[in-house]
């Protein structure tokens, strides 16, 4: 029975994508979308954490994330490779597509004549599976919000807000659901980026590393949020990743190791994740992994992806 429903909710999505949508996909045509309704209410919790170098991400700097990367039921990667362009625009568009930018076509930080409507973010496919999920996204650095996600998305504000507003407007969702009750939610920090151009992305630049201690303590807040959301029986995914590292006072320089590479948690007290020894996750990884965890799958996505699901099934 649940899989004649699932094939009538996949007919009709076919018929809603040819009529709805049908040009943005002309080179796969219709989209098929299909829903596991045992997780189709899931939540997910993406952090985004601008410009964190992953050897910085230490005991004495970030001591949450530094336990949570020591912890059980954690896949978390400290090489995790960023995009070749090694600019915000890209990375943060191939963590929302799960495409390189090669398919997105974010090559810097203009957004100019971005391929989205071919290779949308992940909140497209949500959206298309269930609208009445709530997708949320949270952004300091606007030109998230303003390019990638403004037309996929039901709550996304395209003012700035710095770091502690972004914080307490993600825990106004999680704790009080105002002005909604977030299902899906992205947030992005970027004072640690900010800190790094003017002082040095480094463990020895005090402002750095400041930068990151506050920042840590917003991330540990945000899961406590989320353990107790659990154990009332929600079942949330609850992820941090980063855009790119930084030397020097910059991230221009793509082959440096502490700039092609960063940080990449992703934490769920049962699923089996893929293990940190012997998966070395990218950008692309995140799209999969929240789809998946979700149960939607989209035959365009299918196609489409560069990445794969860090939940293994
Ligand atoms: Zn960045």
């Not at 076509?105 to 009445?132: G, K, L, M, Q």
């Not at 807040?221 to 029986?233: D, P």
């Not at 995914?237 to 960063?262: F, M, R, W």
């Not at 070395?280 to 489409?304: E, K, R, W, Y």
């Amino acid at each position: 029975m649940k899989k004649l429903f699932v094939l009538l909710f996949g007919l009709l999505l076919i018929i809603y994508a040819c009529t709805k949508d049908g040009d943005d996909t002309i080179n796969i045509g219709p989209d098929i979308i299909t829903i596991d309704s045992l997780k189709i209410n899931n939540n997910v919790l993406v952090i985004g954490i601008d410009g964190l170098r992953s050897d910085v991400m230490q005991e004495e700097f970030s001591p949450f994330m530094y336990n949570l990367s020591q912890s059980k039921n954690v896949y978390f990667n400290d090489t995790h490779i960023v995009e070749e362009y090694t600019w915000s625009g890209p990375n943060w568009s191939s963590i929302l597509t799960g495409v390189h930018f090669d398919k997105h076509n974010v090559t810097d930080n203009s957004f100019d004549n971005d391929n989205y409507s071919t290779y949308p973010p992940f909140f497209h496919y949500i959206e298309r599976a269930d609208s009445s999920i709530n997708t949320v996204s949270l952004v300091n650095w606007t030109p998230i919000n303003q390019h990638t996600l403004l037309n996929y998305t039901d709550f996304v504000p395209l003012e700035s807000m710095n770091d502690l507003e972004i914080f307490e407007n993600v825990e106004n969702i999680l704790l009080n659901k105002n002005p909604m009750d977030g299902d899906v939610i992205f947030l992005q920090f970027d004072e640690l980026d900010g800190a790094g151009h003017s002082y040095g992305f480094s463990a020895s630049s005090e402002e750095y590393t400041n930068t990151l201690t506050v920042i840590d303590t917003y991330v540990e807040n945000l899961f406590n949020i989320i353990e107790g959301k659990r154990s009332e029986g929600e079942d949330w995914l609850y992820i941090i990743v980063s855009d790119h590292g930084g030397e020097g006072t910059s991230h221009s320089d793509t082959q440096h190791p502490d700039v092609n590479q960063t940080i990449f948690f992703t934490q769920h007290p049962s699923l089996q994740l893929q293990a940190n020894c012997c998966y070395v996750s990218s950008q692309v990884d995140i799209a999969p992994t929240v789809l998946g965890f979700l149960g939607i799958s989209s035959s365009n996505f299918n196609f489409n992806k560069d990445g794969f699901s860090i939940i293994v099934e």
